[in-house]
């Protein structure tokens, strides 16, 4: 793949209408797929083939074969019963084949007229009148036969396939394929561009199909490495553009006078080595004048808070101020009243306080908050989304802490970094209690610094995990009971709120009413879902927390954030509905306490006793372990990339053709020859990055 270091000219956008006429509808349609740089069109490979380059005899078939024919049409007409449909026989001179059309147009009718000689091609099925193809693709025949496989490709309305494939071969023939990869880089045996691009819109019928399906043809090499090297070097083009940034040095201060000394001096507890390396790490970073961005990740119940807590306190000792955002008000009122109990007693020695901001405030007391977060007296601000509010100032932001950093996207990542506002950027620390498998870290996180916390604090009882069938619903509510005669509580979690007409499933309102019917009137059941009032959520919470309930039924807001050791069972209903990654957090509300806990998955299979594939294997793992980074490894597994980086990657250029399961040594090539791209080729890797990801590479800047 021979490349020069010179600067090469930037993609062109495809053809654009004539000037005041705007886009026509194949333009919008094409824009919809994104399909706008001739660049884009040669990227956009088919989702499978057509043979159509050889015609057999329909006496050579078989029934299920997908086959091309040239035969005379003998007879053709419209019935109506049982519906209209255009019935057409052919004869190829070996045997005879019904076509069947039950949407079709006058043209279709006009082109099968009897005597007519067309080339079809579908799938030969068996029936009562002989061979059948049930719409069959039909053309004129007597055409030249194509020397390549046809390819189909991904559409949508108003876009047929002639069309697009006209669009792609065209995009495909004026598109600059120069290479952009150094020869002497290039992975072995892999193709060069132009050479692998057109061999996959249009390849030779002799190919061994099995290699194109699993993407494993040198060809495919060549566009997964490609692929692959571009998230690489653009991960690294903003870690190093954020180096060049400048942020608050936050440095020690004497331990006399240290607000985190004085924290871990009142922490009922003592570090885990785990959370004490990593604490290091956030204060190596925060003494540096390069901004922070660092990922913090950790099972559930790892003891992520405290050590957001300790980042805080050095911040607030170098004199700034840190906010702490959360994606639910639940989480945030958590966090709110752990750090509250923690530091604030230390903070009002030094004039200062934890602030509470939430958009379900009224306003008075969320103008108090403000004022305070602006004035400085504020040094540490923990809220929702209210916190990137466009009235919400800050005196001297030095250090935004996000929680469950996959539900905020990357508008709201800036607005929060942009309320240090002057030239010093703020330090970030993401938190997140779904670990991220290793090959996620090498790519998607690769422009992040990771900190693990693979430790668990002393006292966490194991949870024992039972899968349990609908019909033995009464023996779970028999558990119930006896976990309340021993004085612990329970969790009740359903998927939805209300019934729905649309989804068969049993709904908490309706669950809470059973329970409390069931347990009697010395139980008191409480019900929690997002629709209720903040204070009535709120006093709920109060309640379970304080044993004044003993069952909570809820949807899945309990999710992350709530603690309260005393509960000891989690009944989720309907768990083959659930994310595997959603069972485990919901799990990890239990096992806080002492007292052995078990979550019981509660699924409804099907009539045939079965639930479907996905969720098997969901249920299968939440059996198997209780290891987080195990359960992520499975969960990327079965959901790919796509989902499993929820919102943190909104707009960010997910891989089209690479694997990560399958496609190592091609990402650790890829990784390894960034930054020697960036150092010695520079134009070269912008070329290569503009190619493949265009202005999407911009989120990675958040």
Request: proline share 6%; glycine share 8%.
């Amino acid at each position: 793949m021979p490349a020069t270091a010179k600067s090469l000219p930037p993609e062109k956008p495809a053809q654009p209408a004539a000037p005041g006429t705007g886009p026509s509808p194949v333009q919008r349609a094409l824009r919809k797929l994104g399909l706008v740089r001739d660049i884009d069109f040669a990227l956009y490979l088919p989702m499978r083939y057509e043979d159509e380059t050889r015609i057999v005899r329909l006496a050579d078939t078989c029934d299920g074969d997908l086959a091309q024919i040239e035969a005379v049409v003998t007879e053709s007409e419209v019935v109506f019963r049982p519906r209209r449909q255009l019935i057409v026989t052919v004869d190829d001179g070996s045997d005879t084949c019904q076509l069947r059309f039950f949407n079709f147009y006058p043209s279709q009718q006009k082109q099968l007229a009897v005597g007519a000689r067309v080339r079809v091609r579908g799938e030969v099925r068996g029936g009562f009148v002989g061979r059948q193809m049930m719409h069959p693709n039909v053309k004129a025949a007597g055409t030249e036969l194509p020397q390549a496989l046809t390819p189909v490709y991904s559409t949508i309305a108003g876009l047929p396939q002639p069309v697009l494939r006209r669009e792609v071969r065209s995009g495909l023939a004026r598109a600059a394929l120069d290479e952009t990869v150094p020869a002497a880089c290039a992975p072995d045996g892999a193709w060069e561009l132009r050479r692998a691009l057109h061999f996959l819109h249009y390849p030779a019928p002799d190919v061994a199909m099995a290699t194109l399906e699993d993407h494993s043809h040198p060809a495919w090499q060549r566009l997964k490495a490609d692929e692959l090297l571009a998230q690489q070097l653009s991960q690294l083009q903003a870690r190093r553009a954020r180096s060049a940034q400048r942020a608050p040095m936050l440095q020690a201060v004497a331990s006399k006078d240290s607000l985190g000394e004085a924290l871990r001096a009142v922490l009922p507890f003592a570090l885990t080595g785990a959370q004490q390396r990593v604490v290091e790490e956030i204060a190596r970073d925060l003494a540096r004048e390069v901004p922070m961005h660092r990922l913090l990740q950790g099972d559930v119940g790892s003891g992520k808070t405290v050590v957001a807590a300790l980042a805080a306190a050095r911040c607030i000792d170098a004199g700034y101020q840190c906010a702490l955002m959360a994606p639910t008000e639940i989480l945030a009122a958590q966090h709110f009243g752990k750090l509250v109990g923690w530091l604030d007693p230390l903070l009002a020695e030094r004039g200062l306080r934890v602030a509470w901001l939430t958009g379900s405030q009224k306003k008075k007391e969320r103008d108090a908050m403000s004022a305070a977060a602006e004035n400085g007296e504020a040094a540490l601000v923990i809220g929702t989304h209210a916190v990137i509010s466009e009235k919400v100032r800050f005196r001297r932001l030095a250090l935004a802490i996000i929680d469950e950093q996959h539900r905020f996207g990357v508008a709201q990542r800036l607005a929060l970094r942009g309320k240090a506002g002057g030239q010093l950027e703020p330090h970030l620390l993401m938190m997140s209690a779904t670990p991220i498998p290793r090959t996620l870290a090498m790519s998607y996180y690769a422009d992040l610094d990771v900190s693990t916390l693979d430790e668990l604090p002393p006292g966490r009882t194991p949870i024992v995990t039972k899968l349990v069938a609908e019909h033995r619903r009464d023996e779970v509510v028999d558990r119930i009971r006896v976990q309340l005669e021993q004085g612990r509580q329970v969790y009740w979690v359903c998927p939805l709120i209300e019934e729905s007409e649309a989804v068969d499933l049993r709904n908490a309102t309706e669950t809470r009413d059973e329970l409390a019917s069931a347990l009697g009137d010395q139980v008191g059941v409480g019900l929690l879902h997002s629709r209720m009032p903040t204070a009535e959520k709120q006093a709920v919470m109060e309640s379970f927390t304080a044993n004044r309930l003993q069952v909570l039924v809820s949807t899945t807001v309990i999710e992350v954030g709530v603690d309260v050791p005393n509960a000891s069972l989690m009944v989720i209903e309907h768990a083959e509905r659930f994310g595997l990654s959603q069972l485990h957090q919901l799990r990890g509300r239990v096992g806080r306490g002492a007292a052995a806990s078990a979550c019981v998955l509660l699924y409804a299979p099907n009539e045939g006793g079965r639930v479907g594939e996905a969720a098997r294997a969901r249920l299968k793992a939440m059996a198997e372990t209780s290891d987080g980074f195990e359960i992520a490894r499975r969960d990327l597994g079965i959901r790919g990339p796509g989902e499993f980086l929820g919102a943190r990657q909104s707009g960010a250029p997910l891989l089209r053709f690479a694997d990560l399961s399958t496609d190592l040594l091609l990402l650790d090539w890829a990784r390894a020859l960034a930054p020697r791209m960036l150092d010695r080729h520079p134009e070269l890797a912008e070329r290569h990055v503009d190619r493949w990801l265009g202005s999407k590479a911009e989120y990675l800047k958040a």
